[in-house]
């Protein structure tokens, strides 16, 4: 019998609804079927939130380490606080410091292995800030604490598109200067692997945006395209990486060509994840890839405008802890394959009776397409 996973998930923002999406996804006894919740947390504020949520869990394992965890249980591993004053819908410097300790010891965890894998509560970029942290979110926080060998990749999916960012939480001011061609290069190649390993996707295929209106509409509104994206497109294919494009994200997403393809890349924040968000609505999760363990997260924020009215949806924090764990095992199933390959027979003798290979022949006195150029025959690109 396969060993149950260990999802180990951060309460986030207490005066958001972090803690209330969190506790509503682990709420139904089957789930503890399929993995082991150990939920990072104030026990003051678990129990706050089942009275005044009204919230029925199933059986909680109450620790003060994650080397106490069990199976069969919510664990709760008791974050014991200084202050846990709750001010519904307002982020404060205890909320903020709340969500801190809560993410350091899921970290504490996953690096002595307590836990398989790491749900992120969403957290108040503002509030956390303190001496303990300086970082513009969790990307660059798990970056920076999973070692030098790290190279974080925001990719926000859900069953229908995937997107990752050459830029993340960059003021938008910055971005074009942080357009390279050496850095669009780099982020296709790093989600194309991703794509291979953790989504189990062979030979993924790459639609890359353009930074400009219209792709520049040939230098009038920018030459970004001309002078980075393009080069660093040609650069990929040239390497075997099977990137597309640029495409203007308006026509490209209005006119479902993202549909064609096995992951977008944007070349900003809201360039990207503003079209996702629209299209999966609560089924988006947030992924950072490059790490070396899985870390997912809802793809909303701390939505403080209905915080503790028993308002908030769990779907999203719930497909983030599946989602985490569908990585997971895939991550697993492919490092293992590469770890023992199998060994490639050679047979070149043809098969008794087997017929010829033959391709198709042209049309009206055109040259047949290679087996390459079918399958990646781009979709038109669309004016707007």
């Known amino acids: 019998m396969e060993k149950l996973i260990r999802v180990g998930i951060t309460q986030g923002d207490f005066n958001g609804v972090g803690l209330e999406v969190a506790l509503r996804s682990v709420a139904d006894e089957t789930i503890l079927e399929l993995m082991t919740p150990v939920l990072f947390a104030d026990w003051r504020l678990v129990e706050?939130?089942?009275?005044?949520?009204?919230?029925?869990?199933?059986?909680?394992?109450?620790?003060?380490?994650?080397?106490?965890?069990?199976?069969?249980?919510?664990?709760?591993?008791d974050l014991h606080l200084e202050?846990?004053?709750?001010?519904?819908?307002?982020?404060?410097?205890?909320?903020?410091?709340?969500?801190?300790?809560?993410?350091?010891?899921?970290?504490?965890?996953?690096?002595?292995?307590?836990?398989?894998?790491?749900?992120?509560a969403p957290i108040s970029k503002e509030a956390a800030q303190s001496d303990a942290f300086r970082y513009n979110g969790h990307t660059e926080y798990l970056g920076a604490k999973a070692g030098d060998d790290a190279r974080p990749q925001m990719i926000l999916f859900d069953d229908n598109v995937r997107v990752a960012l050459v830029t993340t939480h960059l003021p938008l001011v910055e971005v074009p200067a942080a357009i390279t061609r050496d850095k669009v290069a780099d982020?296709?190649?790093?989600?194309?692997?991703?794509?291979?390993?953790?989504?189990?996707?062979?030979?993924p295929k790459i639609a890359v945006?353009?930074?400009?209106?219209?792709?520049g509409d040939g230098g009038?509104?920018?030459?970004?395209?001309?002078?980075?994206?393009?080069?660093?497109?040609?650069?990929?294919?040239?390497?075997?990486?099977?990137?597309?494009?640029?495409?203007?994200?308006?026509?490209?997403?209005?006119?479902g060509a993202y549909m064609r393809f096995d992951g977008v890349l944007a070349m900003y924040h809201d360039q990207?994840?503003?079209?996702?968000?629209?299209?999966?609505?609560?089924?988006?999760?947030?992924?950072?890839?490059?790490?070396?363990?899985?870390?997912?997260?809802?793809d909303h924020g701390t939505a403080c405008d209905i915080a503790w009215k028993g308002e908030a949806d769990p779907t999203s924090m719930r497909e983030a802890i599946y989602k985490?764990?569908?990585?997971?095992?895939?991550?697993?199933?492919?490092?293992k394959a590469a770890a023992n390959p199998l060994r490639h027979q050679h047979?070149?003798?043809?098969?008794?009776?087997?017929?010829?290979?033959?391709?198709?022949?042209?049309?009206?006195?055109?040259?047949?397409?290679?087996?390459?150029?079918?399958?990646?025959?781009?979709?038109?690109?669309?004016?707007?």
Do not use: W
């Open 48 to 77: 706050y939130a089942r009275k005044a949520l009204a919230l029925e869990l199933p059986a909680i394992n109450r620790v003060n380490d994650a080397s106490e965890i069990a199976d069969g249980r919510i664990n709760v591993v």
């Open 324 to 335: 985490a764990i569908d990585i997971f095992r895939c991550r697993r199933n492919s490092l």
């Open 272 to 298: 990207g994840l503003s079209a996702f968000k629209a299209l999966a609505r609560e089924n988006g999760v947030n992924y950072t890839a490059g790490l070396p363990f899985v870390r997912t997260s809802p």
């Open 220 to 255: 009038l509104l920018g030459n970004e395209e001309k002078e980075q994206i393009a080069p660093a497109i040609e650069e990929c294919n040239e390497s075997g990486v099977l990137a597309f494009g640029p495409y203007a994200a308006d026509g490209f997403f209005g006119s």
């Open 83 to 120: 202050n846990t004053t709750v001010e519904a819908g307002k982020p404060s410097a205890a909320s903020g410091a709340g969500a801190v300790a809560a993410l350091e010891a899921a970290m504490a965890a996953m690096q002595s292995q307590q836990i398989d894998v790491l749900v992120t």
């Open 187 to 203: 982020a296709v190649r790093r989600f194309s692997a991703t794509l291979r390993q953790d989504f189990g996707i062979p030979r």
């Open 209 to 215: 945006l353009s930074l400009n209106p219209h792709c």
């Open 347 to 384: 047979n070149d003798r043809p098969k008794k009776n087997a017929p010829a290979k033959t391709q198709p022949q042209p049309k009206n006195g055109e040259q047949p397409k290679t087996e390459e150029q079918v399958e990646t025959e781009q979709p038109k690109q669309q004016e707007s």
